[in-house]
């Protein structure tokens, strides 16, 4: 795994009724987070990989399964352009914290998924146009994506 990056096994209970997990306690991690997002997304949908030099995220496939990919972009690491890839899913409850200046991405494995992005940033909010974009094929890092029949992208991840 590279490094900066954090797997986060959360706790869990389950009975008749279904389950309950805790997604977030500060006395884990002392990370100011301060802004929400969810994507729902359809199978074969791939989004990423996106990234900025200023936030921190804290990710969980709340509902589904997900292929995760997290890409280091800090051109000062030894670690600079490697990746780790995480198989996320509502029923591990695994989250995955990453650092500013990583870059992430995920290909949605089931019929649908919900994932959830907690995200911790200063001064303004690094949306679309400031973010940086890393092709999801770039030869350069030859990801090993799932195979799909055919995959589903936004124009800008494409």
């Known amino acids: ?5 954090k797997k986060i096994k959360s706790t869990i209970f389950k009975d008749h009724r279904g389950y309950l997990w805790t ?3 500060s006395k884990n991690i002392k990370i100011s987070f301060n802004h929400d997002k969810f994507s729902v997304s359809k199978k074969n949908v791939l989004r990423g990989l996106h990234g ?7 990710v969980s496939c709340v509902f589904g399964k997900v292929f995760f990919v997290v890409v280091n972009c ?9 990746y780790s890839s995480f198989i996320l899913d509502h029923q591990k409850n695994e989250q995955i914290l990453i650092p500013p200046n990583f870059a ?6 089931s019929k649908n998924c919900v994932f959830h992005y907690k995200l911790s940033y200063k001064g303004k909010y690094f949306d679309v ?3 940086f974009v890393i092709k999801w094929n770039d030869a350069k ?3 090993k994506w799932p195979r799909t029949k055919k995959l589903i992208q936004s124009k800008r991840d494409k």
């Open 74 to 82: 800090n051109k000062k690491s030894k670690q600079y352009y490697k």
């Open 52 to 58: 900025d030099k200023k936030t921190w995220k804290l």
């Open 141 to 143: 890092l030859n990801i």
């Open 129 to 131: 146009k400031n973010q």
């Open 23 to 25: 997604s977030w306690k």
């Open 104 to 109: 992430n991405g995920f290909l949605c494995l």
């Open 1 to 5: 795994m590279i490094k900066g990056i």
